[in-house]
């Protein structure tokens, strides 16, 4: 079955520092992968997206993923975060022949001064 | 601008009591989806559509009707609605199947 990890509900990271969100997936097809941000009381934000080609895919509000297929794995960095970035954070894989979107979790962010 | 609407974005309803969760969308998407939110759980697709009058359940469809008979308006009907369907829900839609989801704003929806 197809299966989308976070393996942290909650990180705190303090701000200027650099952020790390895991995730792992299980699928049998070649995904397509996203990570979504949603701040408190708001809708999803796409950060950025992979379907092909290079595996270090670039987002917004300076937020970077890298894909390893060998390691089923689509983990989001930032180098250095704001107090804005407190906010929970959804992977999410898709993949043929439906697209059907699946989520992990989530992982909530917490930036202290 | 382009965006998903829903309405409405809070409501409080008793169990039994039939209501209806709008979505629209101004995008021109031929696909839409509704999912729930609950703690610890992620997002939850209930039901998706692939263009006008096709519709498809998703992983939590149990107690949800969707119809689709228009492109923009993709509603969620919750007939008899019950506590364990106390949630947040969010509307979806994507261009065609497997683009990015662009969401709503959500609808938090409590069932006493």
């Known amino acids: 079955a197809q299966s989308v990890t976070q393996p942290d509900i909650h990180i705190t990271v303090s701000e200027g520092a650099s952020l790390e969100l895991r995730c792992n997936y299980s699928y049998g097809a070649t995904p397509y992968l996203f990570w979504y941000v949603q701040s408190p009381g708001q809708g999803l934000q796409l950060l950025l997206k992979?379907?092909?080609?290079?595996?270090l895919v670039q987002g917004i509000k300076g937020f970077e993923a890298e894909f390893k297929r060998s390691q089923s794995s689509f983990n989001l960095r930032k180098p250095s975060v704001h107090w804005s970035d407190a906010a929970e954070y959804f992977c999410?894989?898709?993949?043929?022949?439906?697209?059907?979107?699946?989520f992990g979790a989530g992982t909530t962010v917490t930036v202290r001064a | 601008e382009a965006q998903v609407t829903q309405n409405p974005r809070y409501l409080i309803t008793v169990t039994g009591k039939k209501l209806t969760v709008t979505c629209s969308q101004n995008m021109n998407h031929e696909y839409m989806s509704w999912y729930r939110q609950d703690p610890g759980l992620g997002l939850r697709q209930i039901y998706y559509?692939?263009?006008?009058?096709?519709?498809d359940k998703g992983d939590v469809p149990e107690g949800y009707k969707v119809s689709r008979k228009e492109k923009r308006n993709f509603p969620l009907i919750l007939e008899s609605p019950s506590p364990n369907q106390t949630s947040l829900y969010f509307c979806a839609s994507s261009l065609r199947t497997g683009n990015e989801q662009f969401f709503g704003p959500g609808t938090r929806l409590t069932v006493l």
């Open positions: 999410a894989v898709g993949a043929q022949p439906d697209y059907k979107l699946s």
């Open positions: 559509s692939m263009n006008v009058e096709v519709t």
């Open positions: 992979y379907f092909s080609g290079d595996t």
